[in-house]
């Protein structure tokens, strides 16, 4: 329970106390249970604001719900990784580029973006909508246990990720991203389309970062978080027409 309080004081602002430990290693593999928190207050805030609102104005509150409890963690991540990656620069110039505290025109497309794709998802969710909203955050923050297990830290001056990089991770720290693939039985046939996507994007997005940088830093496992997040949430959408 103390590894757990400690993943969730990390990626949110719920009031859980302060851990009495920080043990990184013993952390990574709850970010899916941190994930289906996060999800399943989603779920019940949704539930609320929909018997108020239609879905489209559901879907705008369901977004900001997620920025605040999160704290735009992964959003930050998100902004400064695009102004990195994508002012073409060198490797070095890129990670300096990222450390920059100031928003670039890259980066705040990409959460502009990100934000609109994302309610334009939530929004056309109209089947299995409580489970999907539960089940997709904990995907998003499955993502991450991939990103540090598969790519080398880049920073060797120490950085927010430093921590979680100090040891191999083993196959072991992917037993709860089981979570989130079992719950998603409940989707019937949807699950196999829920899950094909989500390795397919989780593949696609370390590729990238191999390519371009041939490593990842704390910024670039919060925009894994978001596009993610976004990228299922538009599957989900789309699922239910076919």
Known sequence: MNHLRAAISF????PVGKPTSFKPDAMVPLFPMVGLIIGGLLALFDVLVTRIWPNPVGAVLDV???????????????????????????????LEIMKDSRLGTMGLAAIVCVLAAKWGGLAAIDHHRFITLMIIPAYARASVIFGIR????????????????KAPL???S?????????LSIFL???????????FGVVTGIIFFY???????????????VEVTETVL??????????
């Not at 191999?210 to 894994?224: E, F, V, Y």
Request: charged share 15%.
């Open 11 to 14: 990626f949110t602002i719920l």
């Open 64 to 94: 900001i719900f997620l920025v605040v409890i999160t704290g735009a963690f992964h959003l930050d991540g998100l902004g400064d990784t695009a102004d990195g990656i994508f002012s073409h620069r060198s490797r070095e110039r890129v």
């Open 150 to 165: 598969y790519l080398k830290y880049g920073r060797s001056e120490g950085g927010t990720g430093t921590d979680f990089f």
């Open 170 to 172: 083993p196959f072991s």
């Open 174 to 182: 992917f037993s709860w991203v089981l979570l989130p693939v079992f």
């Open 188 to 198: 019937g046939m949807k699950c196999l389309f829920i899950n094909a996507v989500f």
């Open 210 to 224: 191999k390519r371009q940088l041939n490593c990842i830093t704390g910024d670039m496992l919060g925009a894994m």
């Open 233 to 242: 949430f538009l599957t989900m959408a789309a699922g239910g027409h076919f």
